[in-house]
């Protein structure tokens, strides 16, 4: 039989539920999550493998207003990786349209790829039937190859939307071995759990320019790994709310983060954790290349 396989981008403003779709369709956690908007700031790849066809799902960064740092790179990282794709799945929220969605719909229109356009969030709405007002006035928007009602948390309309997409893929072979389900170096997602943690556990308080560079390598302790990590903070103010009273939330992040990394790395894992005052790091060209921001990661 022909196989089939490509990769398929998805893209939206923040905090939509870009990351909670790859992660359910997947069946893994790939990508990290939290109701803080911009939680993606890398592209992250996601593998599918279903009898004759394997989907690549790009997880990209929520694209957003702003021209310099961190938010211009984050925004060419979801601009580069919705260029790569064969298929576009563009998502909102069943809320309502935004005018942030305007701006994502623009750059969709010039990449002049199949796009799918999944209202997401659903089980919120107080009716079913509310979403269909706001699936006819964005259908005249723009011709979506299909516009799917969804909702991630129940899973609602996803397995058609996987039959669809997989209909969809150019034909050719694999790219990836059929075991494989995500695509990252071991450090990046070492960084990617503990900033998840930080977002979860310091919550509304936490600054939006905290980074985690993985430094220290790995070296074995027992049976298990150990990572050595910083976590970029721009002031002191910053630090002090990281790490806690007594340095008690960093702890919890460290206990969180190491659960979450053995469960997902299948052997015991040890953090070293540091906080570093780094100012201006948003701004910083070197710095942001040392994180991997950019298009090119």
Same mark, same amino acid.
């Given at each position: 039989?022909?196989?089939?396989? !490509?990769?398929?981008?998805?893209?939206?403003?923040?905090?939509?539920?870009?990351?909670?779709?790859?992660?359910?369709?997947?069946?893994?956690?790939?990508?990290?999550?939290?109701?803080?908007?911009?939680?993606?700031?890398?592209?992250?790849?996601?593998?599918?493998?279903?009898?004759?066809?394997?989907?690549?799902?790009?997880?990209?960064?929520?694209?957003?207003?702003?021209?310099?740092?961190?938010?211009?790179?984050?925004?060419?990282?979801?601009?580069?990786?919705?260029?790569?794709?064969?298929?576009?799945?563009?998502?909102?929220?069943?809320?309502?349209?935004?005018?942030?969605?305007?701006?994502?719909?623009?750059?969709?229109?010039?990449?002049?790829? $199949?796009?799918?356009?999944?209202?997401?969030?659903?089980?919120?709405?107080?009716?079913?039937?509310?979403?269909?007002?706001?699936?006819?006035?964005?259908?005249?928007?723009?011709?979506?190859?299909?516009?799917?009602?969804?909702?991630?948390?129940?899973?609602?309309?996803?397995?058609?939307?996987?039959?669809?997409?997989?209909?969809?893929?150019?034909?050719? $072979?694999?790219?990836?071995?059929?075991?494989?389900?995500?695509?990252?170096?071991?450090?990046?997602?070492?960084?990617?759990?503990?900033?998840?943690?930080?977002?979860?556990?310091? !919550?509304? +308080?936490? $600054?939006?320019?905290?980074?985690?560079?993985?430094?220290? !390598?790995?070296?074995?302790?027992?049976?298990?790994?150990?990572?050595?990590?910083?976590?970029?903070?721009?002031?002191?103010?910053?630090?002090?709310?990281?790490?806690?009273?007594?340095?008690?939330?960093?702890?919890?992040? !460290?206990?969180?983060?190491?659960?979450?990394?053995?469960?997902?790395?299948?052997? $015991?894992?040890?953090?070293?954790?540091?906080?570093?005052?780094?100012?201006?790091?948003?701004?910083?060209?070197?710095?942001? +290349?040392?994180?991997?921001?950019?298009?090119?990661?």
């Amino acid at each position: 039989m022909v196989e089939r396989f !490509g990769f398929f981008a998805v893209v939206g403003r923040p905090n939509v539920g870009k990351s909670s779709l790859v992660n359910r369709l997947i069946g893994e956690k790939v990508s990290i999550t939290s109701r803080r908007p911009q939680t993606t700031r890398n592209r992250i790849l996601g593998i599918r493998t279903q009898g004759t066809a394997q989907i690549v799902f790009v997880d990209t960064p929520g694209m957003q207003a702003g021209q310099q740092g961190l938010d211009y790179s984050i925004n060419e990282t979801a601009k580069s990786s919705a260029r790569s794709a064969d298929i576009i799945g563009m998502m909102i929220d069943a809320r309502g349209w935004h005018d942030r969605d305007d701006q994502v719909l623009d750059y969709i229109r010039y990449l002049e790829l $199949p796009t799918y356009l999944l209202v997401n969030k659903t089980d919120l709405l107080p009716s079913a039937g509310l979403v269909l007002p706001l699936i006819a006035s964005v259908s005249r928007k723009h011709s979506f190859t299909e516009i799917l009602p969804v909702s991630v948390r129940r899973g609602h309309n996803l397995s058609r939307l996987l039959s669809l997409v997989e209909k969809q893929l150019p034909e050719g $072979p694999f790219g990836f071995p059929t075991e494989q389900v995500g695509v990252s170096q071991r450090e990046f997602v070492i960084g990617e759990f503990i900033r998840e943690q930080i977002f979860h556990t310091v !919550g509304r +308080e936490v $600054p939006y320019s905290v980074a985690v560079d993985v430094t220290g !390598g790995r070296r074995t302790r027992g049976d298990g790994e150990v990572f050595t990590a910083e976590v970029w903070v721009e002031s002191k103010g910053q630090k002090a709310i990281v790490l806690g009273p007594g340095g008690s939330r960093l702890k919890k992040i !460290g206990s969180k983060a190491r659960r979450e990394l053995s469960k997902a790395f299948g052997l $015991p894992v040890s953090l070293d954790i540091w906080i570093k005052v780094r100012k201006g790091w948003t701004n910083h060209n070197q710095s942001l +290349e040392k994180l991997g921001y950019g298009p090119e990661r």
